[in-house]
């Protein structure tokens, strides 16, 4: 239980810390994590606002989707609308802890477009390799955005789905916040610079160093923070 506590814990802080950085608001948009051990996700109770939310809200299921009795209050609620592309992710993709979807405003310009941002900017190339994929418009029944996000999914933490929104994720669902805040501020960054004219993606070889460096050297041994 103690995993559970920890993991709701982490589930809570990565929905507030999206709703802090000005990624959702009132209640659109969630977070998610899932304790591997045994196969229990944690997600965002469906139509609650950012403000109301707690740790005891947050819902719990198995990857079926069933709910689970854990004895919070979160066990009587529903879970977000958008559980289902969750636990796909999941199920899809071992190496996932962590998944974040949100509206954001600069991201989600280029997804009504059905435009994917390329590296324009070290910070893409950093984080996100070569380019952050867009896929075609999907509608949202069963799998259909689970399965459009693992068709165009990259070495990037993000994917964009046109007219909708972003998904990003993560070994954790701290990661997972971090690529949303990232590729919200990239977003903005490139919107701006399209304003003023064309711009033109670093060359392959420059998006394979910086993407590299990030990846070896930066940083702290053991922390996922960056700067």
């Not at 814990?9 to 304790?35: C, K, P, Q, W």
């Not at 707690?54 to 719990?60: D, E, G, I, K, M």
């Amino acid at each position: 239980m103690d995993r559970l506590k920890n993991l709701r814990e982490e589930v809570f802080e990565a929905n507030l810390g999206i709703y802090r950085a000005g990624l959702v608001t009132m209640h659109s948009g969630n977070a998610s994590g899932i304790d591997r051990e045994s196969g229990l996700v944690v997600i965002k109770p469906s139509g609650m606002d950012y403000e109301k939310l707690s740790p005891a809200l947050l819902v719990t299921t198995d990857l079926l989707g069933r709910k689970i009795d854990t004895g919070e209050t979160g066990d009587q609620l529903k879970a977000s609308v958008d559980l289902p592309h969750h636990l796909y992710l999941y199920s899809h993709c071992p190496d996932l802890g962590g998944v974040v979807h949100t509206h954001s405003n600069y991201a989600t310009s280029f997804a009504v477009q059905g435009r994917p941002i390329p590296a324009y900017l070290t910070a893409i190339a950093d984080e996100f390799g070569p380019e952050i994929p867009c896929c075609p418009y999907v509608d949202n029944i069963g799998d259909h955005i689970g399965e459009a996000i693992l068709r165009h999914r990259n070495s990037a933490p993000a994917v964009l789905l046109a007219h909708h929104g972003a998904f990003t994720f993560g070994a954790t669902p701290r990661a997972a916040l971090k690529a949303a805040v990232m590729l919200e501020d990239v977003a903005k960054t490139c919107h701006l610079a399209l304003q003023i004219g064309n711009a033109s993606p670093l060359p392959a070889e420059e998006v394979r160093k910086w993407y590299d460096r990030y990846h070896t050297t930066y940083g702290q041994a053991g922390t996922e923070d960056t700067d």
